[in-house]
């Protein structure tokens, strides 16, 4: 084939690929010398070169200033006599900045060095890339983002219940060789806060307040917001008084027509308590029990003026009903219930045949069984005391528990017939002491049962009068001591 047909094929070859094939001859001065340069060279380079100019020092000129040290690098290892490759960008004549891939290979001629090199346009490839890093940056940013929000308050970024619960695992772990203090910290007069001067304001004052807690806690223990105006500690060590005085500090706030302060209840981990349940359990109680701070809240106030008025009026009634509240407080206890939980408990216990203050003495005295239309009378008492109760607003839930009170598990109870968990729990646990103490206690037409015969009834009737898991509690606790002592405790 002669010289002008081998060109020629050449060209037909270069021209029908995309990229740029070049052979540049690197001389001993250190610069270059374009020796062949084909087809797609003013596609990269944006242009035509310059008349006269050569096309690989016009090339090195077009190179983007921050990427010429990889450039450099590049062509040291060509004047090592090796193989390179090397992306960079190349800004062309018409202002387009392109990234190029270079791929080159040297060889010596003669003792001449000549590189041929094969250059593509990889820019689409790199745009690419880089919005796939992007995607992937934010992506990751995002799932840390929920991953930190699935753990922290939305409001004040204190962690949250979620996290504390993880953290008290952590904690209660045997494996664990240092010991925790839970401390659960709840704000007084902050509802009064709220209402006077809105919302926002009550936001911004829990900001504040956590930023102080968060600074107290640094470098030392947890701070976490529960919810409303709860928040909670895990500190390592035991609870000293500096800090419990500095947490006092932290969470008060004092101003015209105003005053925030704080009260708290902790458990010790895990000399106190050994499961996460355990410790939440007790630093609630000690909490509640310091919130009351020995007064009567208004809700017990009021319970007790009713058992007062009920006990004047029959008081064997009011005994009775005084060793159900003792006997279900013990039950609640059993079953993990918590200190507000059992106060309505106990509240409801007191209360629940305050009803029966409507029925005539001749029908609860009755010596002997109840005629079907005195039952029917008899069993509007539940719906009576309820009615009574609930012009207490801060005793509508008891009323509710009082009114389900006389409700068997089965569906077959009065005054509404529901079975199940659908009644509350503290009125099933009420309906077996209230079964028991009845059964114990001497009446006109019989004698009392032992405590022993009392059990067994009950749980004869287990799933179907009773809850079993109420009857099952109430074993256990008549079990742990006997019943003078119970009612004494």
Known sequence: MAAADRAAALLRITGSIDDYLYTNEHLFDGSRRSVYSGANRERLMGGAIPAGADAATEWEQRIVPEDWPLHLAHRERLGRGESSEVVYRLLGY???????????????????????GIVSDVTARVEAEKALIASQTELREQMELNAHQALHDALTGLANRRKLLLDLDAATDRS???????????????????DSFGHP????????????????????????RLGGDEFCLLLPGPLDE?????????????????????????????????????????????????????????????????????????????????DVA???????????????????????????DLGKMAIPDELLQKAGPLEPDEWRFMRQH?????????????????????????????GGGYPDGIAGTTIPLSARIIAVCDAFS????????????????????????????????????????????????????
Request: hydrophobic share 40%; charged share 25%.
């Open 94 to 116: 018409d202002g387009v900045t392109r990234w190029v891939c270079a791929r080159t290979r040297p060889s010596r001629v003669d003792g001449r060095l000549f590189v041929d």
């Open 382 to 410: 539940p719906v009576i005391g309820e009615r009574i109760i609930a012009v207490a607003p801060c005793l509508r839930s008891t009323a509710t528990i009082v009114r389900a009170s006389h409700e068997r598990f089965d």
């Open 326 to 352: 003792e006997l279900a407080s013990l039950v609640g206890i059993r079953l993990g219930m918590g200190p507000a939980d059992l106060d309505e408990l106990r509240q409801a216990a007191q209360l629940h």
């Open 201 to 224: 304001a009550g936001d911004a004052l829990l900001v504040r307040l956590s930023r102080r807690l968060e600074s107290l806690m640094a470098g030392t223990g947890v701070a976490y």
């Open 242 to 322: 500096p800090t419990r005085e500095a947490v006092g500090v932290a969470l008060s706030e004092k101003g015209e027509g105003f005053t925030v302060s704080a009260a708290w209840g902790e458990a010790a981990i895990p000399a106190e308590a050994q499961t996460p349940d355990a410790a939440l359990s007790l630093a609630d109680r000690r909490l509640y029990e310091r919130k009351q701070g020995g007064r009567r809240s208004t809700s017990r106030q009021i319970a007790d003026v009713l058992t007062s008025a009920l006990t004047e009026r029959n008081p064997e009634l009011g005994l009775h009903l005084q």
């Open 438 to 489: 009845a059964m114990v206690g001497e009446r006109p037409y019989r004698n009392g049962m032992s405590a022993a015969e009392a059990i067994e009834e009950l749980r004869r009737n287990a799933g179907t009068q009773f809850d079993p898991e109420a009857v099952a509690a109430f074993a256990h606790v008549l079990c742990e001591c006997t019943l003078p002592e119970l009612l004494a405790s």
């Open 176 to 194: 664990e060789v240092v010991d925790h203090t839970l401390v659960l910290c709840d704000l007084d007069g902050f509802k009064l806060y709220n």
